[in-house]
């Protein structure tokens, strides 16, 4: 028999609450609506621990230490606090030095603007890739493609310089990378029959009842090959199914 997951009661914010073992504290905080600032994370895709902006203070043999709370799971008995001034002032400091590194990002700015950090109108958005992360694990664990892959340092990784690589052999062009990333520094454009995302050009299909312009050739040949449903079958967008 298959046996379940063992329950786990921690504290936020002195409130008790049970706990999956493995689930993570910044879950929890969310199931007790208590908001918690992130920009490397999605509730679908694996921690990443890259952005420090969901930092709260963790009670560990005693003592009160900071921790990511996207990366650290609840373990019986742990007390959490996510408002405690050191919460506040490391998250202002964690957004004040991605703000410093990736000024005219917009999503960056406002992040950091909404986290007690003083910030400069700009009239541009220069949509920086902020290593979050976000492309490459949506790619791998949503779309099962893997065409991103981010040099891989482990979680908690410093913020660093750019280091994601493009296979444009794998790439579908479903455009989920598009979607994910927080700061639109991963770009599609289309035009006619053409779709371009991350410099590679993909033939559309276009509906076969209305005749428009849906998804990339390479998409439905990539679902057929995994479903076995025939590509001529797959060839009618979603408003016309
Ligand atoms: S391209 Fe966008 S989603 Fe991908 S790591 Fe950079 S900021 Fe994040
Ligand atoms: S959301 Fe936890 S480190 Fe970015």
């Given amino acids: 028999m298959k046996k379940g997951k063992s329950m786990v009661t921690i504290q936020i914010d002195g409130r008790k ?6 689930s993570t504290i910044l879950e929890k905080a969310d199931e007790l609506n208590i908001h918690i600032p992130t920009l490397c994370h999605h509730a679908n895709l694996s921690p990443f621990g890259a952005c ?3 930092t709260v203070e963790v009670k560990a ?46 999503a960056v700015r406002k992040m950091a603007e909404s986290l007690g950090v003083e910030v400069y109108e700009e009239d541009e958005d220069d949509h920086d890739c902020i290593l979050c992360g976000l492309c490459v694990r949506t790619c791998r664990e949503i779309v ?3 065409a991103l892959t981010f040099e891989d340092r482990g979680l908690n990784r410093e913020v660093d310089e750019p280091s994601i690589t493009f296979e444009p052999k794998a790439c579908i062009g479903c455009g989920s990378c598009v979607v994910a990333c927080p700061t639109g520094h991963v770009k599609m454009e289309e035009e006619g029959d053409r779709r371009i995302i991350w410099n590679k050009v993909f033939k559309m299909v276009s509906c076969s009842d209305c005749g428009r312009y849906f998804a990339p050739e390479e998409q439905l040949d990539w679902i057929s090959n995994k479903t076995g ?4 079958e797959l060839t009618t967008c979603v408003s016309c199914r």
Avoid: H, M, Q
């Fill in 17 to 22: 609450i049970k706990a999956e073992e493995g």
């Fill in 52 to 54: 420090r902006l969901c």
């Fill in 61 to 106: 043999n005693g003592k009160w230490e900071l921790a990511a709370s996207c990366t650290t799971t609840a373990e019986e008995g742990l007390e959490i606090r996510t408002a405690s001034d050191a919460v506040k002032e490391s998250r202002k400091l964690a957004a004040s030095l991605l703000y410093r590194k990736y000024p005219g990002t917009e």
């Fill in 144 to 146: 099962g493609v893997n």
């Fill in 229 to 232: 449903v025939p590509f001529a």
